[in-house]
Every structure is written in structure tokens, then in C-alpha cells.
């Protein structure tokens, strides 16, 4: 991802669309085949350097017009054709969405490889049961499979997104300074097909200067909405291993890994914390690209100097999100004794639910139901009983139930649904976009 946003591949880019362009032209008859050949040999050569397009853009202040520049030294007399009738924004915008669609193949990649992780990783705990928590109180049991394959089938739908938005985002022009594309001819909108077809883009329908800004709006959220996964499915990773739950741990080197710098014994979460940390940042850029998109009249120039910040580096945090919690998932540390411990410490409180749907089983209302075993639910609490317990000594569930009925409705193990069908569902998601 870097190299895609680095400088030297961003000229490499420009250079390539001022190619197409000129070879585009010769297409047209415009100008000849031969001083087409000539400026993409010269644009291709190596010849045109990032130290001669800085060194000329130092002394007039424009930095396309110092890339044309440098091109037509590079080409001799075939750069006279050099940058015909463009604008400025034909040449950045193509260039952009190359370097977008490069950027979102490396992240589609990265993305894949994550949800084999999260799948797999599903696969072998469909059935490690564990409790299931809601507003950070216990619920009812759930599986560690189904909580990470819900993970999986959230990354297959970002990979979704990214092929559906991919014809809107990587959009280049070629229609001049205003959109009209009269300084490129009257067969401008041919032109402009041309090119985008040698540089495998989306033709736009209608510009101004300028690429609309929505659909790099639509961009920037949709990265920004993948990082904030990667930091959702992180924050679980470091709830879960906090030492009062102790469930899951990120990998450790132990023989040579330090946790604090005075505090021996720490094992801290820093990957999944680094992940949180990023996607925040990821996050803010979605402001400054929405305010990048309301440009004066035709364009002006405000939108430029957040881009080449926003569109490298939301590219970048989101690359390193994902990668960073491939990372964390494939080497997971998963503890199956911690989570019956959990399970076994909750004393029977988190199956209130299948014992007062057994109630209405044997024939009592359920809103009376859910009250009884509301009752001794908080009793069982009070007393530090089992639910169970409470249960039994509750009349109106002794006349109905049994200890031994009692024994195989509190069963967690019991009481997972189709947590194991969910998970097998969620792998053939996974693995159809193979």
C-alpha cells in the first residue's frame, strides 16, 4: 500500500494517463502515431524523474504543468503534443483512481485472507460454549465459533461493498477545463473513452473540472467502515482478555516479550489497541472528504491540499487495520476451561430463559413465567444459590418441574440454537468468493 501512494509511483501514474492521452489522440488522428509512441516511450522511460518535475515546479509553482514540462524535455520533438488540450485534473484524477483501484485490490486481498482466518477459526470452536453477554452483564450461553463467524460475515460484507462501489470510485476524466471538453476537440467524449478504456477505468458520464467528490465521499466512508470492524472485532479481543475473564489472549512471546516497563507481569493487549487507535483516525478523515466535495462553481482548489493527505493515509490506516487484525485472529490464544468457568460461575442465571420457556411448556402463562423465574432469579443472586436451587424451592415451579427436568433444561451445552448451523452457513459465504 505504500508503494502504490508513494511519490515515485503517483508520477509513474501521471505519466502513464499522459501517455494514454497522447495515444488516444493518435487514435483520433489528432496528432501523429509516431509523436504518440515517442511521449509514451518517454513516459515509460525512467527519463522523467520526481528530482526534475520538483526541481522545475520549485520555479513555476504548478506541479502538472512541471511534469508536462519534464515530459516534453523527456519526448524532444514529439512534446509539442504533450498534455493537448488537458486539464490539470484529467491528468491527477485518472491518476488517482489507478492508484484507487490498486489500493482497493491490496485491501480486497487483505480482506479475503482475514475472513479464511476468522472462518477456520470459527470452524474449530462451533461448538465452545461460552457466555453470551449483553450491556457487559451475562445473557444467555452462545458459542465462540458463532462470535467470530458473525466477524466473517461481516468482512465478506466489506468485500462486497468494495466490488459493488468499484466502477464509482475508479473514475478518471479526460474533458478539459470545465468539463465540456471543448480544448480536446469535437470528439472529446471519444477521446476520453479511449483513454479510459487503455487505462481499464470508468468512463464518467459528467464532470466539471474535476471528478465529483461523491465518489470519493463514498470511498473514504466505506474504508473508514472496514476500520471500524477491525477495531470492533479488536475491542472484543480485549474485553475478553481482561484477567476477570480471561477467555482469548493475543499471542505472547513469553521468553522474550515485555508487557510494561514496571509492571513484570503484564500481557498486554497492544495489537488489538493499536488497531482501535488507527480506526479512529481512519474515521475522522470522513469530515475534511465531505467537505472536500462542496467546491465553487466548476472547482477550486480546496479539496487538493486535504486530499493528499485523506486518500493516502484513510488507504493506509485501513491496510494496516486489517493486516494488524489478521494478525491478532490467526495467532488467538482461545481458552475453553476459562470460558466453563464463566459459564459454571454464573450459576445457572444465564439459563433463565430456556427454564421459563420450559415453564410455559408444562402449561403456565408466560408473562407469569418470566415473573416466577424473574423472582428467582434475583433470589438466587441475593442468597449466592444456584438458579436451580431457587427453582426447586419455588412452588410454583416444583409442581411443574423436576430436579432431574431442571438438570437437562440448565445445561448451557443445551441451549445454543443453531449457533453450529450459523457457523457452517457463514463458511460457505466464505468460501463461495473463492
Given at each position: 500500500?505504500?508503494?502504490?501512494?508513494?511519490?515515485?509511483?503517483?508520477?509513474?501514474?501521471?505519466?502513464?494517463?499522459?501517455?494514454?492521452?497522447?495515444?488516444?489522440?493518435?487514435?483520433?488522428?489528432?496528432?501523429?502515431?509516431?509523436?504518440?509512441?515517442?511521449?509514451?516511450?518517454?513516459?515509460?522511460?525512467?527519463?522523467?524523474?520526481?528530482?526534475?518535475?520538483?526541481?522545475?515546479?520549485?520555479?513555476?509553482?504548478?506541479?502538472?504543468?512541471?511534469?508536462?514540462?519534464?515530459?516534453?524535455?523527456?519526448?524532444?520533438?514529439?512534446?509539442r503534443?504533450?498534455?493537448?488540450?488537458?486539464?490539470?485534473?484529467?491528468?491527477?484524477?485518472?491518476?488517482?483512481?489507478l492508484?484507487?483501484?490498486?489500493?482497493?485490490?491490496?485491501?480486497?486481498?487483505?480482506?479475503?485472507?482475514?475472513?479464511?482466518?476468522?472462518?477456520?477459526?470459527?470452524?474449530?470452536?462451533?461448538?465452545?460454549?461460552m457466555?453470551?453477554?449483553?450491556?457487559?452483564?451475562?445473557?444467555?450461553?452462545?458459542?465462540?465459533?458463532?462470535?467470530?463467524?458473525?466477524?466473517?460475515?461481516?468482512?465478506?460484507?466489506?468485500?462486497?461493498?468494495?466490488?459493488e462501489?468499484?466502477?464509482?470510485?475508479?473514475?478518471?476524466?479526460?474533458?478539459?477545463?470545465?468539463?465540456?471538453?471543448?480544448?480536446?476537440?469535437?470528439?472529446?467524449?471519444?477521446?476520453?473513452?479511449?483513454?479510459?478504456?487503455?487505462?481499464s477505468?470508468?468512463?464518467?458520464v459528467?464532470?466539471?473540472?474535476?471528478?465529483?467528490?461523491?465518489?470519493?465521499?463514498?470511498?473514504?466512508?466505506?474504508?473508514?467502515?472496514?476500520?471500524?470492524?477491525?477495531e470492533?472485532?479488536?475491542?472484543?479481543?480485549?474485553?475478553?482478555?481482561?484477567?476477570?475473564i480471561?477467555?482469548?489472549?493475543?499471542?505472547?512471546?513469553?521468553?522474550?516479550?515485555?508487557?510494561?516497563?514496571t509492571m513484570?507481569?503484564?500481557?498486554?493487549?497492544?495489537?488489538?489497541?493499536?488497531?482501535?487507535?488507527?480506526?479512529?483516525?481512519?474515521?475522522?478523515?470522513?469530515?475534511?472528504?465531505?467537505?472536500?466535495?462542496v467546491?465553487?462553481?466548476?472547482?477550486?482548489?480546496?479539496?487538493?491540499?486535504a486530499?493528499?493527505f485523506?486518500l493516502?493515509?484513510?488507504?493506509?490506516?485501513?491496510?494496516?487495520?486489517?493486516?494488524?487484525?489478521?494478525?491478532?485472529?490467526?495467532?488467538?490464544?482461545?481458552?475453553?476451561?476459562?470460558?466453563?468457568?464463566?459459564?459454571?460461575?454464573?450459576?445457572?442465571?444465564?439459563?433463565?430463559?430456556?427454564?421459563?420457556?420450559?415453564?410455559?411448556?408444562?402449561?403456565?402463562?408466560?408473562?407469569e413465567?418470566?415473573?416466577?423465574?424473574?423472582r428467582?432469579?434475583?433470589?438466587?443472586?441475593?442468597?449466592?444459590?444456584?438458579?436451580?436451587?431457587?427453582?426447586?424451592?419455588?412452588?410454583?415451579?416444583?409442581?411443574?418441574?423436576?430436579?432431574?427436568?431442571?438438570?437437562?433444561?440448565?445445561?448451557?451445552?443445551?441451549?445454543?440454537?443453531?449457533?453450529?448451523?450459523?457457523?457452517?452457513?457463514v463458511?460457505?459465504?466464505?468460501?463461495?468468493?473463492?
Amino acid at each position: 500500500m505504500r508503494e502504490i501512494f508513494s511519490e515515485e509511483n503517483k508520477l509513474r501514474r501521471l505519466l502513464e494517463v499522459e501517455a494514454a492521452l497522447a495515444r488516444g489522440h493518435a487514435r483520433l488522428g489528432t496528432i501523429p502515431k509516431a509523436d504518440a509512441e515517442a511521449i509514451g516511450e518517454a513516459a515509460g522511460s525512467g527519463r522523467v524523474t520526481v528530482e526534475r518535475v520538483r526541481t522545475i515546479e520549485a520555479e513555476i509553482k504548478h506541479d502538472i504543468m512541471a511534469l508536462a514540462r519534464a515530459l516534453t524535455e523527456a519526448a524532444g520533438a514529439s512534446g509539442r503534443f504533450v498534455h493537448l488540450g488537458a486539464t490539470s485534473n484529467d491528468i491527477i484524477d485518472t491518476a488517482t483512481a489507478l492508484q484507487i483501484r490498486d489500493g482497493l485490490g491490496v485491501l480486497s486481498q487483505g480482506l479475503g485472507e482475514l475472513a479464511h482466518v476468522l472462518s477456520s477459526l470459527a470452524e474449530r470452536h462451533a461448538k465452545t460454549v461460552m457466555v453470551g453477554r449483553t450491556h457487559g452483564q451475562w445473557a444467555v450461553p452462545t458459542t465462540f465459533g458463532l462470535k467470530v463467524a458473525v466477524f466473517a460475515s461481516e468482512v465478506v460484507r466489506h468485500l462486497v461493498r468494495l466490488d459493488e462501489m468499484r466502477d464509482r470510485v475508479c473514475v478518471g476524466k479526460m474533458m478539459g477545463a470545465v468539463g465540456t471538453g471543448a480544448g480536446l476537440g469535437p470528439r472529446a467524449l471519444q477521446l476520453q473513452t479511449f483513454v479510459m478504456m487503455e487505462l481499464s477505468l470508468t468512463a464518467p458520464v459528467a464532470t466539471t473540472q474535476v471528478v465529483s467528490r461523491d465518489r470519493y465521499v463514498e470511498l473514504i466512508a466505506a474504508l473508514a467502515n472496514i476500520a471500524t470492524s477491525m477495531e470492533k472485532f479488536a475491542t472484543e479481543v480485549r474485553n475478553l482478555q481482561r484477567p476477570e475473564i480471561g477467555e482469548v489472549a493475543e499471542a505472547f512471546d513469553a521468553e522474550k516479550q515485555v508487557g510494561s516497563s514496571t509492571m513484570a507481569h503484564k500481557r498486554n493487549p497492544i495489537v488489538s489497541e493499536k488497531v482501535c487507535g488507527l480506526a479512529r483516525i481512519a474515521r475522522a478523515n470522513i469530515v475534511p472528504m465531505l467537505e472536500s466535495a462542496v467546491l465553487w462553481h466548476e472547482r477550486d482548489l480546496s479539496n487538493s491540499s486535504a486530499e493528499r493527505f485523506i486518500l493516502p493515509h484513510t488507504f493506509l490506516l485501513t491496510d494496516e487495520c486489517v493486516r494488524s487484525t489478521t494478525e491478532v485472529f490467526s495467532t488467538l490464544e482461545v481458552f475453553p476451561q476459562a470460558m466453563a468457568r464463566n459459564l459454571e460461575a454464573t450459576r445457572g442465571l444465564i439459563m433463565a430463559e430456556p427454564a421459563m420457556l420450559a415453564l410455559v411448556e408444562r402449561g403456565m402463562g408466560r408473562q407469569e413465567a418470566h415473573e416466577v423465574v424473574r423472582r428467582c432469579s434475583m433470589g438466587a443472586e441475593e442468597r449466592g444459590v444456584t438458579l436451580k436451587e431457587a427453582l426447586l424451592g419455588e412452588p410454583h415451579v416444583s409442581r411443574l418441574l423436576t430436579a432431574g427436568d431442571l438438570e437437562g433444561i440448565l445445561n448451557p451445552a443445551g441451549y445454543i440454537g443453531s449457533a453450529e448451523q450459523i457457523v457452517k452457513n457463514v463458511l460457505a459465504e466464505v468460501r463461495a468468493r473463492d
